[in-house]
Each structure stands twice: as structure tokens, then as C-alpha cells.
């Protein structure tokens, strides 16, 4: 399974950007792409987990993003999108695509087999 993100750049406080994430992937491998979500990162400080949904359109969102940022999935075309709105300098970060076998009930990054190379994302203020 390989992953690609795009869709990361500059924007001020209050913008939107649009994440995108393609998975190649054989069909053997398929089942691995079963969850998709997002990861993000800031130097010095832990992985947090952004949002993840399943084949079906179950999401899960982490507090800090809920009722700004909205993920979805073209499973024909494998790809998760992560629309990002009402940015906040606090989310600045790199942004990983990430993809697994099965979305449990937490965000958590052992969850997911597969990760993405990354997108920068940085919000001024």
C-alpha cells in the first residue's frame, strides 16, 4: 500500500485547505485500506490523530478538530480527503495519510500499517 498526500500549503487563520490522500494499492492488498485517516505532527511533540473513517463512512474525529475539519472517502478511486476549515495557528503541522485493516474505536497510530510520506500544512496568523 502506498500512500501519497497533496493539498497541503499556507493559508491565515480562519482559511481552508483540502487534503487528499491516494492509495495504490494491489487488490491482495485492498483489506488494508478497510481505515484511512490522518495523522499530524509538530517537531518536538507526539502524533495526534486527526480523524479516520472506515470503508462504510464511519469517521472519528479528535476533539480538537471536531465541527471544523471533515474527512471522506472515494472508495472507487481510493482516496480520503481531509477538508480543513476555520484553521487555527495550532494547526500547523505535517499531515500523514495513514490506512489499516480496521478502525477501532480510538485514534491511535499503532491502529494503521500504513503511512504516508506527508504534507505540510501551516496556518498564520
Known amino acids: 500500500v502506498h500512500l501519497v498526500e497533496s493539498g497541503g500549503g499556507s493559508v491565515q487563520a480562519g482559511g481552508s485547505l483540502r487534503l487528499s490522500c491516494a492509495a495504490s494499492?494491489?487488490?491482495?492488498?485492498?483489506?488494508?485500506?478497510?481505515?484511512m485517516g490522518w495523522f499530524r505532527q509538530v517537531p518536538g511533540k507526539e502524533r495526534e490523530g486527526v480523524a479516520r473513517?472506515?470503508?462504510?463512512?464511519?469517521?472519528l474525529y479528535a476533539d480538537s478538530v471536531k465541527g471544523r475539519f471533515t474527512i471522506s472517502r472515494d472508495n472507487a478511486e481510493n482516496t480520503v480527503y481531509l477538508d480543513l476549515n476555520s484553521l487555527k495557528v495550532d494547526d500547523t503541522a505535517m499531515y500523514y495519510c495513514?490506512?489499516?485493516?480496521?478502525?477501532?474505536?480510538?485514534?491511535?497510530?499503532?491502529?494503521?500499517?500504513?503511512w504516508g510520506r506527508g504534507t505540510q500544512v501551516t496556518v498564520s496568523s
Open positions: 473513517i472506515s470503508r462504510n463512512g464511519a469517521n
Open positions: 495513514v490506512a489499516g485493516s480496521w478502525c477501532s474505536s480510538r485514534l491511535v497510530a499503532t491502529d494503521f500499517a500504513y
Open positions: 494499492v494491489t487488490p491482495y492488498y485492498n483489506y488494508y485500506t478497510q481505515c
